[in-house]
């Protein structure tokens, strides 16, 4: 299983930015997808993620201006990102399960947000 993230980039604080994640490959069945950040010095964090059946969780302090969605059918889940702050800035991670064993099997390579102040 192959993922790649889109739709990185800079942005000015208050701006909001939408990732895209494509997972391709052998994919017999989608199960959760989420992402995860890294910020510059800090260990990667858990940010959103969304269920097979549609159900979401978000980091506590990121629920209100974060939406993550999926399009099973185009096997792609999505972070809507709004008012975003320097602090949001970092490298953004998806995470897609396909098999019961693990819940994340396959990560992409990450793609950089930066938000200017």
């Known amino acids: 299983v192959q993922v790649e993230e889109s739709g990185g980039g800079l942005v000015q604080a208050g701006g909001s930015l939408r990732l895209a994640c494509v997972a391709s490959?052998?994919?017999?069945?989608?199960?959760?997808m989420g992402w995860y950040r890294q910020a510059p010095g800090k260990q990667r964090e858990f940010v959103a993620r969304?269920?097979?059946?549609?159900?979401?969780t978000y980091a506590d302090s990121l629920e209100g201006r974060f939406t993550i969605s999926r399009d099973d059918a185009k096997k792609s889940v999505y972070l809507q990102m709004n008012s975003l702050q320097p602090e949001d800035t970092g490298v953004y991670y998806c995470?897609?399960?396909?098999?019961?064993?693990?819940?994340?099997?396959?990560w992409g390579q990450g793609i950089q947000v930066t938000v200017s102040s």
């Open positions: 969304i269920s097979s059946g549609g159900v979401t």
């Open positions: 995470a897609i399960g396909t098999t019961t064993i693990v819940e994340y099997n396959a």
């Open positions: 490959g052998d994919i017999f069945r989608l199960n959760a």
